[in-house]
């Protein structure tokens, strides 16, 4: 059984593009979370979704982030008109039920220049 | 969600044995301890969950008092490969009518450094 996966593992943008994260959760799992890790700091809850449906966005930027996970296919983390201080490590998880026992993806770095 | 304070770093030597210990005063009756690790440039990894006494697992063992105000992460006979940040979590289980979203929240965490 695949880990959770994510890509691109290293994301570069200019400032004002947007960046597309994706994540695959392991298979047969229906929930998925979303969480950032700026430099030299903690990880820090961003979204969490179930299949179509977004169940808490509480730690989402009010502006220019959005999440979805749909039908088929992986969720995708969206950042639009990207700044400097988006620039951070981007981590997925997984679960098959609600479970503080998640399952992290490696990670996509974003540097914005 | 209970607010969790662990030691900033924490030197060993390879083979030793090694106690992290979390604090943890307003931990609620329904809240769960989970402990997570970390290496650099990687995700967090699930080590162990507790609600009272003792949990083991192949990786490590968790120890919880009566009164749950503080657990103890321990770590039997560290290599060089443990080296990493340990985070100790606490929070409500899932409550499917309650609206728990079992989202984790991250303090800063532990650096153990194991030394040769």
């Known amino acids: 059984n695949a880990g959770v996966m994510q890509n691109p593992r290293h994301l570069v943008r200019r400032r004002g593009q947007e960046a597309r994260l994706r994540c695959s959760p392991m298979k047969g799992h229906s929930h998925v979370y979303w969480y950032r890790q700026l430099p030299e700091e903690g990880l820090k809850f961003m979204v969490y979704?179930?299949?179509?449906?977004?169940?808490?966005e509480s730690g989402m930027p009010k502006e220019r982030f959005s999440a979805e996970f749909p039908k088929e296919g992986p969720s995708i983390l969206r950042i639009q008109q990207v700044v400097r201080g988006d620039s951070a490590a981007y981590f997925c998880?997984?679960?098959?039920?609600?479970?503080?026992?998640?399952?992290f993806g490696p990670g996509t770095r974003l540097t914005v220049t | 969600l209970a607010k969790t304070t662990q030691p900033i770093s924490m030197d060993s030597y390879e083979g030793q044995e090694v106690n992290i210990t979390c604090s943890h005063n307003?931990?609620?009756?329904?809240?769960?301890i989970t402990w997570y690790q970390q290496f650099p440039s990687q995700g967090p990894r699930f080590i162990i969950q507790?609600?009272?006494t003792k949990v083991t697992n192949e990786v490590a063992s968790l120890f919880i008092p009566a009164d749950r105000k503080s657990s103890t992460l321990s770590l039997p006979r560290v290599s060089l490969s443990d080296t990493a940040v340990y985070y100790c979590l606490v929070g409500e289980k899932n409550t499917p009518y309650g609206g728990a979203t079992n989202k984790l929240i991250f303090g800063t965490g532990t650096l153990l450094a194991v030394q040769p």
């Open positions: 979704l179930q299949k179509e449906n977004i169940i808490d």
């Open positions: 307003n931990i609620a009756t329904n809240d769960y």
């Open positions: 507790g609600y009272k």
């Open positions: 998880a997984s679960s098959p039920n609600l479970s503080y026992e998640q399952y």
